[in-house]
């Protein structure tokens, strides 16, 4: 990374006996689609408060370019901010609210009329400015909020959960607006959500934090492809985990049994001969076969059809059920509870996880 933007380095925040913020440190680069993923009481909004000053750390430090500002009060840092039921004032009208910003940092009037209505085109809402908050659904009050964030250009704009109160369609196509936005500004986005599919699709980088604690960062094909440990695994997309043996290593390519059947995985770290490893393997890298044809022997459990795809449940005597995810418009099988069928993997598919950090 070309020298950061912010750097957040040892961040401890304690309540009582928890650790909301167990040493976390990370760099975010100007420009970036930065998410903070995971779940409910991972840390996500105390790491985005300490950022934007609303609560102090107990310990470590942040700096914004190569500016110390661990101590600064919220209003010195300059971060525009739209946090979950950061609710849009009341009696201001659009104009007001999203002038709001720019009064109290006192700019002259002919400025703030201009950058209202630049930051209301912005987000498509120029024809909505003598309304009151009242008067809009929730994804304009949302679009309204973003602008009042943005009206004064501020090179970072911190956004915690900011689409979750809406539903499932709007929430997608707001989604789109913000990527878009973010993608024409250039300004740094550090964007919380619990929800996996919104970080997948928006973030240029995703931090996957749990009890305070950062588990893995990375782009998100990273993350869902080379998951680090069983957390992420699990957490970002389905996961099957298989309980495997090392028999031989021989360079990237280590030779694995799992009761009773042999496989090969692909891995870049060291793991010794004997040692015993956990495997996670996708349900779509899962290739459902006739029996005899691949890895595993297996009988068909339970088939649920989900339109594009077919989930189908497995079991195996000895590693019990296994999640296979297959296109429907396949029809080499027709899966059916009871079917004797075999399972297949190639062998870049199993990810080598590390024991998951307790
Ligand atoms: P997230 O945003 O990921 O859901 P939070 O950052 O809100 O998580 O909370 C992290 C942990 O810190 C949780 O266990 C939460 O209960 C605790 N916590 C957060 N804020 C406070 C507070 N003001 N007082 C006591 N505990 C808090
Ligand atoms: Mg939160």
Redesign the pocket.
């Known amino acids: 990374m070309t020298s950061p933007i912010l750097s957040i380095t040892n961040a401890v925040k304690r ?2 006996a ?1 650790n ?1 913020l167990d040493d976390v440190s990370l760099d975010v680069a100007e420009g970036e689609f930065l998410t903070l993923l ?1 779940p ?8 985005l408060s300490a950022i934007a000053g609303f609560i102090q750390l107990d310990n470590g430090q942040l700096r914004l370019r190569d500016e110390d500002i661990t101590s600064e009060p919220p209003e010195r840092r300059g971060f525009g901010m739209v946090f979950q039921g950061y609710a849009l004032f009341p009696t201001m009208t659009v104009r007001e609210n999203v002038a709001f910003p720019l009064k109290v940092r006192k700019r002259p009037a002919a400025e703030i009329a201009e950058r209202v209505q630049d930051a209301l085109d912005l987000v498509q809402m120029g024809a909505f400015a003598d309304r009151l908050p009242t008067q809009l659904s929730g994804g304009q009050q949302q679009r309204i909020a973003l602008a009042r964030a943005m009206s004064f250009q501020p090179q970072v704009l911190l956004l915690d959960e900011p689409l979750s109160a809406l539903d499932k369609k709007l929430r997608a196509d707001l989604q789109w607006e913000l990527k878009a936005l973010h993608d024409q500004l250039g300004v740094t986005f550090i964007y ?1 959500t ?1 929800d996996q599919d919104e970080a997948l699709s928006m973030s240029d980088r995703i931090v996957i ?1 749990k009890d ?1 604690a950062i588990q893995q960062q990375g782009a998100p094909d990273t993350l869902y492809n080379r998951p680090h440990n069983s957390f992420v695994a699990d957490f970002l997309g389905k996961s099957n985990f298989i309980e495997a043996q090392i028999e031989a290593r021989d360079g990237q390519v280590l030779r694995c049994s799992a009761a009773g059947a042999g496989f090969e995985v692909e891995t870049d770290t060291d793991h010794a001969k004997g040692a015993a490893v956990r495997i996670a393997l996708r349900p779509e890298r899962l290739r459902l076969a006739a029996p005899g044809e691949e890895i595993l022997p297996a009988t068909v459990k339970q088939v649920s059809y989900l339109g594009e795809r077919c989930q189908v449940i497995v079991t195996h005597p000895g590693l019990g059920e296994l999640l296979v995810s297959r296109p429907t418009w396949k029809t080499d099988i027709t899966p059916a509870p009871g079917l004797a069928v075999s399972i297949g993997w190639d062998r870049d598919a199993g990810v080598v996880l590390a024991p998951d950090a307790t």
């Open positions: 309540y009582g928890v909301a995971g409910s009481g991972s840390g996500k909004t105390t790491l919380v619990h934090l305070g």
